[in-house]
């Protein structure tokens, strides 16, 4: 039987379709009581990854467990793990109540559970249309009940925001923090950093099949360069008393302002005063996550703009 | 496995194709029973005719009291048994389809009690389908032929085992199938041609070539319909008196037993096709990525 640990462990995994090389020796884990974001762009190996931790998949080599099993030894693994892979899954002629009782009783949960993931999800007033008539964001929101009816300990999602309106991803990101924080163990993959930015504590990024980062969001944050905007009485003064205190990346911007980097705010504004300069305006320059998760993973399957515009760069990768 | 076996029922009841598919299979029954009691009383009335008697008592035999409609009873359950066929082919193909199977798979220990509970399930509606093809089959001969026509108790007895084996059987050939060939359009064509035309016109190139007339009784059809047909004919011939050689095989053909084996025979024959198609997609599904 599993150890109940609540731990995701990914080692050394690779899958090969074919001539593809989907995942490529990739290794992380995942710990309780906290939201990690499993991150890449389209074809980086993320849904695979995740089917191979539940056991659709076989690896070709590697292991990827949960409470130190291979998904297929859990036992009972609707009480243990929970999985919204797509917004698919669903006879379009089975009402939602039916369908999650048929899971209800596959997992050995009682018949209630069915109508109390309804209410969570907020779809009570739906439970008996069925589920082929549901919009997209309705299938999503039945795709997360389903997982929940085994009120298991670890939460697997691939792209669950999908299809989602505002409130429901609000909704989401609440539902999964509170998870998190009753000590359960919560993976979430997205192409997107900022669609799970405000949810996740902890980030595997990975691009072509393997891992580019592992670990703390904090920790990827503090990697990026932080630069100050300044907007001073005398910027010529105030750039001389700078370069004295050390600072080497200096530059003024057409609105007037300086951009300083290698100092914080309280230094700039520490260095203004020595100079006698006074300061109109003063802020941080909040780290871009974005570029940074676009330097990691850029490349892969890179799309172009349309030939005769020719303004921008890059797609979707 | 309790757990899962009551999921995999409420899978079959909480979507129509069930009954969908009962409709025609007691149509098919009601409509070939009414039909063998017809026929088979009319050619009773035909040789009760007088020249026909004279005829006949020549010959030292006495058709009019041979149980025709009998004949027709085999044909009918081979006919009615294609809907649970096809009852058991989109079993694992819908599945496949509609991607219920990745949450299948999630919420069973293994594959392979997945696959047990399902097998269970529709071994149940196999004989659910079975029991009603028999029923009404019956019904359409007793409402349309005279006492005299019909088989004894033992007879009936008989004819239900077969056609809730061969029932159930056909079920199962389906659902190995449909794992096979998980596409529920794809499998439903394949076996519905297969059953009602290709293997149809394999068993006369057969004969045609001249093949023993046994090879027939080997191939799916004609093993599941030996099954059935076997039993009719045997039960005609226990009633008949005296009945030709060249009659006998005449009469094994109308029943849908011609170059069949003895029942029980022709049912591990079919049994054998079965557990092919049956462990070829269990195989399979157990290998199967599901991307
Ligand atoms: N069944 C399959 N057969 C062949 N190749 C596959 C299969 N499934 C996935 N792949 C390939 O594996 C690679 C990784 O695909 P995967 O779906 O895991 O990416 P992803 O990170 O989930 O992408 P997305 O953000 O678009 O969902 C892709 O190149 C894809 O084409
Ligand atoms: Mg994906």
Redesign the pocket.
Known sequence: MHDGSGLIAVQNLT?Q??S?T??QNLSFTVSPGSVTGFL??????????LRMLLGLVKPTSGTATINGRPFHQLGRPGRVVGAVLEAQGFHPNRTARNHLRVYASAIGVPDAQADQVLGLVGLSTAAGRNVGGFSLGMKQRMAVATALLGDPQVLVL??PANGLDPEGIAWLRNFLQSFARMGRTVLI?S?LLAEVEQTVDQVVI?SR?QTMYYGPLEHLRQQQQRRVFVQPSDVGALATALREAGVQALEQLPDGRLAVSGMDAKQVADAALRAGVSVYGIQEEQADLEQIFFRLTSGQFAGHAPAPYQQQQGGWA | MGDLVQAELRKTTTTTLWWALLIPTVLVALGGGLLSGLLGQSIVEVFSSSEAEQLSDALGVTPDQWKFSLLGIGRTINLATMFPLIFGALAIANEVGTRTITTTFLTAPSRVHAMAAKMMVYALWGTIYGLAIIGFTALGIVLTSNSGQMPDAGGWAMLTLVCVLSSILMTMFGVGLGALIPNSAGVVVLLIMYFLVIENALQLGLRIAGVPETAVGFLPNGSVDGLTGSVAVDLFLADAGVVPEEGVYWLRVIAGAGGAQAWWLSGLIFLAWVAAAFGGGWARMTQK?I?
Do not use: C, Q, W
């Not at chain 1, 890449?40 to 990854?49: D, I, L, S, V």
């Open positions: 899958k379709f074919g593809v989907a995942v890449g762009p389209n074809g980086a190996g993320k849904t695979t990854t691939d792209e993959s192409h990975v099949g | 990525d991307t």
